[in-house]
């Protein structure tokens, strides 16, 4: 007879534990001192508030760990300010030289790098939140490759373009796909299952649904969309894959949806941390976690030290938000 | 005294239910490990890390410089308390300790704090700094901007050359200490308009020049125009506008469209403000002007009244960014009948005669 033990029984929990008030504290402390430094005190007020949040998330009754610094952010923070300083003075002085071809090759390169760094960016991003992030003293890892995840994303924008966006869907999941393909956690690995068939069809049904039903159909959109995203999110555990479920109906949407959008309207913005709260506990709340997972025996695998945070200040410039 | 902590090794996820106790050198953390065998590991003070931030029933450090790290977290309150009363510095944050002891208070006390740090750096800081870039910017830089500025609206004007001319030999009779090389144009068009550039650019339009009835008039106008390009009115204006605009932006765009939105009025009627105080200066160092040339100041409260005679609607003071024209009458009017004997400039009459003629040649 097969003894099963408790533990396996038991479904694997996964909860957000943050509480609005002590979040206000921090996040209104922090923007004071962003506007006191004029700006200059930003990563610091970024690793604190993204600290809260990780710090806020348990898994299993241990909480996840932000360990990334502000002085690190910093450093980003400034490699990115020269290098968009450089390109708009470079933009402003052939401006100025009234020469056509200078300005427009000018005004060409602009556009060029800013496209062309995304994919650096989003790499670079990557790797430094998953280098800073650990469970239990066990880090992440991204093991991506630049150069490669550089030519697929360069692919999908040219096919997206060809295709007058409707690769769009597929480009995205591969983006994602490759992203979490190379995503390790300790001895785990992720994978992301999605099909772009799948996402283009949800999609296209938005857009043929929202304007007759005046856009009550977006709560089943990003019902959907949701589901799509974390559903086939998958983890590998010693040849074992783990899946998610996101039980979330279109009438949770709504309640988060519009209560957010009253709270910030009637406020004027003050219950912003409240609002942010509330999000994360909402996406915790239906997030289950469905297959054998055993959260006592993942192995530790070798550090990528990986200290450089450009990338991830880079992508708040363009405001991207990671996953 | 003894604490509940969760400890793990670094090496594997297995959580281990331990016991720490503190000296003032290190902690001291005890738990059975997976092969029941009793285990103490010491962690010098000098080489923990504390992992997160501050909250009220939450506590985890990091331990060790190599990886992989080890870590504990603990929920206990008790060693929450004795972490945030202890002399260790580096472990504990009085300031936070502090904010989150009574979390309403700190919340309304950290809201008035923001409310007036962003109303001090909205009409205070920002404004100071965005006025001191654009008076420090060098003179060329100014002239540069104001060139770059026309050589992109001058492919749109019709230029006068004739009444150019003349209106350039005009300016150049008046006494006009000016720091940028002053340079007129009279621009065909039916809108009743003049303006100036950065740099030293003063545009006029024909149809105003045609209303114009005396030299007085003119130089009241030239003066005005010439104190916005001295006082660099047009630099100050963007630099207080862009950098206000930028910070009502950064502060509000991220929260919703609606304050965005609201809040971008607002930044509107106070930049309207600014406006306006700039054009009460530009009246005033004009009249200086004129009684430096030699002119009769009357004909500044003149050139309003024209003025007033073509706006069909006189918009209230606080939507138009000149002061309404009826306050601007008056102010001026006061300050002409003030004026102290004076020999008139004949020159200037001749020369005012040579424009009105180079502009009803043209209407031939």
Do not use: C
């Not at chain 1, 089943?220 to 894959?241: S, V």
């Not at chain 2, 160092?285 to 069909?312: W, Y």
């Amino acid at each position: 007879m097969e003894i099963i033990s408790e533990k396996h029984l038991e479904k694997t929990s996964i909860k957000y534990v943050g509480k609005g008030a002590e979040f206000a504290i921090i996040y209104f402390k922090n923007i004071i001192l962003t506007i006191l430094t004029l700006g200059l005190y930003y990563p610091w007020a970024k690793v604190e508030i993204l600290k809260y949040h990780y710090q806020s998330t348990a898994l299993d009754n241990s909480r996840f760990s932000f360990n990334g610094t502000g002085k690190e952010v910093f450093r980003g923070f400034i490699k990115v300010y020269i290098i968009l300083i450089s390109l708009y003075g470079f933009l402003f002085y052939s401006m100025q030289t009234q020469n056509e071809v200078l300005m427009f090759s000018a005004i060409g390169i602009f556009y060029l790098f800013l496209l062309l760094v995304v994919p650096f960016a989003i790499h670079g991003a990557v790797r430094y939140r998953s280098s800073r992030s650990s469970w239990r003293g066990i880090h992440f890892k991204y093991l991506g490759d630049r150069v490669e995840f550089f030519w697929l994303y360069i692919k999908g924008v040219l096919l997206t373009l060809v295709t007058i966006g409707i690769y769009g869907a597929w480009f995205q999941v591969d983006i994602r796909k490759y992203i979490f393909s190379h995503l390790r956690f300790g001895n785990l690995s992720f994978d992301f299952r999605g099909d772009g068939g799948r996402l283009f069809w949800i999609n296209l049904k938005m857009i043929l649904l929202m304007y007759p039903t005046l856009g009550i159909y977006s709560f089943w959109y990003y019902k959907n969309l949701w589901k799509f995203y974390a559903e086939n999110t998958t983890i590998t555990q010693d040849g074992k894959t783990i899946n998610f479920k996101l039980k979330v109906e279109a009438g949770d949407v709504f309640e988060l949806v519009v209560v957010n959008f009253f709270l910030i309207l009637f406020t004027l913005g003050i219950a912003t941390p409240w609002v942010a709260v509330r999000t994360l506990k909402f996406f915790f709340r239906f997030l289950k976690i469905e297959g054998e997972f055993n959260t006592d025996t993942i192995q530790q695998t070798e550090y990528d030290d990986y200290d450089d945070a450009a990338g991830d200040d880079a992508l708040d410039f363009f405001d991207i938000d990671l996953l | 005294m003894f604490f509940e902590v969760d400890y793990f090794d670094g090496k594997s996820s297995r959580s281990h239910k331990a016991t720490l106790s503190a000296n003032s050198l290190a902690f001291l953390i005890s738990y059975t490990n997976e092969n029941n065998k009793s285990k103490v590991v010491s962690w010098e003070i000098s080489n923990i890390k504390k992992s997160g931030v501050y909250a009220k029933d939450f506590i985890s450090f990091t331990y060790g410089d190599l990886f992989p790290f080890q870590r504990i977290e603990s929920a206990d309150k008790k060693f929450i308390d004795f972490v945030n009363n202890s002399d260790q510095k580096k472990l504990n944050n009085s300031l936070d300790a502090m904010l989150h002891k009574s979390k309403k208070r700190s919340i309304v006390f950290l809201l008035l704090t923001l409310i007036t740090v962003g109303i001090a750096t909205y009409f205070y800081i920002i404004p100071t700094v965005a006025t001191g870039f654009a008076t420090t910017l060098t003179k060329k830089n100014v002239i540069d901007f104001g060139d770059y500025v026309f050589r992109i609206l001058s492919t749109e004007l019709d230029i006068n050359e004739t009444a150019t001319k003349k209106l350039q030999e005009f300016a150049d009779e008046m006494t006009i200490e000016s720091t940028f090389p002053l340079k007129l144009y009279v621009v065909q068009s039916d809108d009743m308009n003049a303006f100036a550039l950065s740099g030293g650019k003063i545009i006029v339009f024909s149809s105003l020049l045609e209303k114009i009835e005396t030299e007085a008039q003119l130089a009241a106008l030239i003066g005005h125009e010439v104190s916005h390009i001295e006082n660099r009115h047009v630099l100050k204006n963007i630099a207080r506008n862009l950098s206000g605009a930028i910070f009502v932006s950064v502060l509000f765009g991220d929260i919703n469209g609606a304050t965005a939105v609201l809040m971008d009025n607002a930044h509107m009627f106070k930049q309207l403000s600014y406006t306006r105080s700039l054009e009460k200066e530009a009246d005033i160092f004009g009249l200086d002007i004129m009684r430096e040339s030699n002119v009769d100041l009357h004909g500044m409260p003149q050139l309003f009244e024209i003025l007033q005679k073509e706006t069909v609607i006189d918009v209230p003071t606080y939507l138009s960014n000149h002061p309404m024209l009826k306050n601007r009458i008056i102010y001026t009017e006061k300050i002409a009948n003030n004026q102290n004997k004076f020999i008139k400039n004949t020159v200037l009459k001749q020369k005012w005669q040579q424009i009105k003629k180079s502009l009803e040649n043209n209407n031939e």
